[in-house]
């Protein structure tokens, strides 16, 4: 089994901050999926990293993929309350299993 | 509205009832995926469905669990005889194609929570 470790598990922080949450695998994947899940709702496909290396950007968030694509990191510019959510990340097409999630909350 | 329709977005039962969850995938999508998602926790794949076709039930419990996705209608989870640690969210998603072979991406409904009494 393939797992995926998040970290942290929980964060708070103030608006306007920057913070990093991360996902790590001892696995390689072939792509790796973030997504973000608000309160009562389903989680929402944020981006999809495919290359060793590749950084995407999605106006405040910034994505990048380990040059061994076995990890990836997620970094938050200027954290809003809109941020507030559960971050989860998703090895590929390999296996269908997420991480356990950072739960983000941002203080207005 | 196009995206996965789960129903019922709530349901309540009692032990030892049985519970019927649905989900219509997205237009044009064949592949459906269930997940399990417990308070303050991340999601457990359950089972993985092509129409008429499971592929991977490898995260469903043996026993009182079962799925299905037919040729015609929605997808749907069944749990018999529910116990209170059955009490959760599911959740649907699909997939145009299946996500072995590609990049992976799901698209997910909105959920149906399930309280047993």
């Known amino acids: 089994t393939q797992l995926l470790e998040q970290s942290p598990q929980f964060l708070s922080i103030q608006e306007g901050e920057n913070l990093t949450v991360y996902c790590n695998s001892s696995s390689v994947f072939s792509s790796l999926q973030w997504y973000r899940q608000e309160p009562g709702e389903g989680p929402v496909l944020l981006v999809t990293v495919v290359t060793g290396g590749e950084v995407k950007k999605l106006k405040r968030l910034t994505f990048q993929f380990g040059d061994a694509r076995k990890d990836s990191s997620l970094h938050i510019t200027a954290a809003q309350p809109g941020d507030t959510g559960l971050y989860l990340c998703k090895g590929g097409s390999e296996k269908l299993v997420f991480g356990k999630g950072t739960k983000l909350t941002v203080n207005p | 509205n196009a995206g996965v329709m789960q129903n019922p977005r709530h349901l309540v039962r009692r032990r030892g009832q049985e519970a019927r969850l649905r989900c219509s995938p997205m237009k044009g999508h064949s592949h459906v995926y269930w997940y399990r998602q417990l308070p303050e926790e991340g999601l457990k794949f359950m089972v993985y469905?092509?129409?008429?076709?499971?592929?991977?039930e490898s995260g469903m419990p043996k026993e009182r669990f079962s799925a299905e996705f037919p040729k015609e209608g929605p997808s749907i989870l069944r749990i018999q005889q529910v116990v209170r640690g059955d009490s959760a969210a599911y959740f649907c998603a699909s997939s145009p194609s299946s996500v072995l072979a590609n990049t992976g991406e799901l698209f997910f409904g909105e959920g149906s929570r399930l309280t047993v009494l």
């Open positions: 469905l092509q129409k008429e076709n499971i592929i991977d």
